[in-house]
């Protein structure tokens, strides 16, 4: 449910914002930076899939690129719970959210993507990663805790993915405030204008699905 990641001093680390299917965004985005896919990672905030151009593509980052890190988020939630638990409530959710691609898939591409979201379900709810003693902890949505311990209780993975609550007492409220047991934490799933950046939260999903710039930040240390 967790992966703790140690990187070396001096490798550049970037966290990627809610990919959606968008693939020649990704790509380019990697190019403008200066990407070098045998030198630098990449981590993702989850989602993937769904809306895009090319879902199945985005899918196949999961296939080993050592380059490429991701959470679990609320959409590959979504096909997991479709696809591999044949949950009826769940796939009515899911074409309503963009999950249309994959039954447009013709029969070969569709065994792929069958073998492809096994993959998706191994994906870690949480990742943490160290670097000359600094932690970031990535999620999906939020971490539902005022204090990160390094564990997470089941009770909570369903916040981790799909939860706004942080987000929203933020904007309704104006009130924030950090989460203890980490230097900074990295969350997508709510589309805002621009990267937002509280205490020691970053919100990076800006609405590259909806035509908009994907943001990816860096945060080596």
Known sequence: MIQKIDIPTGKRVFAVGDIHGEITKLNEKLVEIGFDKNEDLLFSVGDLIDRGEDSLACLELLKGEPWFFAVQG????LMINSVLRKDGNYISCWLQNGGQWYFDLNQEDRMHANDLVKLAAELPLIIEINQNGHKTVICHADYPLDEY???LELDYAHDVIW??????TIKQHSVSKPIKGADLFVFGHTPLRRPLLLDNCAWIDTGAVFGKELSIIEITK
């Open 74 to 77: 609320n959409h590959e939630d």
């Open 149 to 151: 311990t390094g564990e």
């Open 163 to 168: 939860s706004r609550d942080r987000i929203n």
